[in-house]
């Protein structure tokens, strides 16, 4: 299997080591197998001759245009991690280039895949207009609102399509690497996995912090206020409608645009945000910590945690 990682200059240093890492891993431990599958062939490309990281090192590339024709192209997070300067990086002339690499790429046949930042740049492509896909938790306003034909879910780790991989924020390199590796060997993925001690991770929710979305909406900003005053409360779409200064349609089309939820799931994403905080902070009982955040007993709560973060009570009491 051929593998271009297409490296910009500025590249994320751990998205780019999580990914060549991983895969080489697999390269190194895939003889242990009964049945090896191939070599996985890794190749830095680039739209640029002189590559060096966010960090300041060197990478070694190649010319992205005249490579064999890959099987597979992943694309590494940029080393800019906020909407203003992700915003100035897209706006470089490297990138209409880089942009054309994979366009080309995928028309020849490739899989493509990449996470964190680096989904902006598939995204940029017009290629994933229609799909599935995530990206860093934090950029997902900024991301919904670029590419609006684009179905964003920024609580799923990993989105993979025929066509597409798109993995979430930072680490999340490694499950795309695995991802990548399950889909030519789902045994050597499970060993590299053991090697890494990597678990099997299906969501970023455990880790969005809602006040942490990169947004600059008022409403917004106004209902979600409202939200963290009342959740010992019940939910009244008509109050927060009030409180935020706007109808309730309105209110409920702003947040579905700019955070792709409706206010009672944003609303129920900070009631967990405040459960998962006073479980891993203090002694209260689940039932104690179920009235602190609007409900009327712990099996409720229990229920929601699990549905919204995939995890129980224990596991979140001891921590990421």
Not at 239 to 268: D, H, I, N, W
């Amino acid at each position: 299997m051929k593998v271009h990682l297409l490296v910009s200059d500025g590249v994320f240093d751990l998205g780019l080591a999580a990914l060549t890492d991983t895969l080489g891993l697999a390269n190194a431990v895939a003889g242990s197998l009964p049945q090896a599958p191939a070599p996985i062939e890794i190749t830095l490309v680039a739209v640029r001759r002189r590559i060096r990281t966010a960090q300041g090192l060197t990478v070694p590339v190649i010319p992205a245009r005249g490579v064999p024709e890959p099987d597979v192209v992943l694309v590494p997070a940029f080393g800019e991690k906020m909407p203003d300067t992700l915003a100035a990086r897209l706006a470089r002339p490297d990138m209409p280039d880089a942009v054309a690499a994979l366009q080309e790429w995928s028309t020849a046949g490739a899989h493509l895949g990449t996470a964190c930042s680096g989904g902006f740049l598939l995204a940029e492509s017009g290629l994933l207009d229609g799909h599935h896909a995530t990206t860093s938790w934090w950029l997902g306003p900024m991301f919904r609102h670029r590419y609006p034909n684009v179905t964003l879910d920024e609580s799923r780790m990993v989105v993979s399509t025929t066509r597409f991989t798109t993995a979430g924020a930072a680490l999340a390199h490694v499950d795309l690497a695995l991802r990548i590796v399950r889909g030519q060997s789902p045994a050597l993925a499970t060993l590299v996995a053991r090697y890494l001690l990597v678990e099997a991770r299906s969501s970023q929710a455990e880790f969005v912090i809602p006040d942490h979305l990169a947004h600059a909406d008022p409403i917004v900003e106004r209902f979600e206020s409202w939200s963290r005053r009342r959740l010992a409360h019940g939910f009244s779409l008509a109050e927060a409608a009030s409180a935020a200064g706007t109808s309730e349609r309105t209110l409920a089309r702003r947040l579905q645009s700019v955070l792709g939820k409706t206010p009672l799931s944003y609303f129920q994403d900070l009631r967990v945000e405040q459960a998962v905080h006073l479980l891993r902070t203090g002694n209260a009982s689940v039932d104690q910590i179920a009235a602190q955040v609007g409900y009327t007993d712990g099996v409720t709560l229990r229920a929601l945690l699990r549905r919204k973060l995939g995890r129980g009570v224990r596991e979140l009491r001891r921590g990421p």
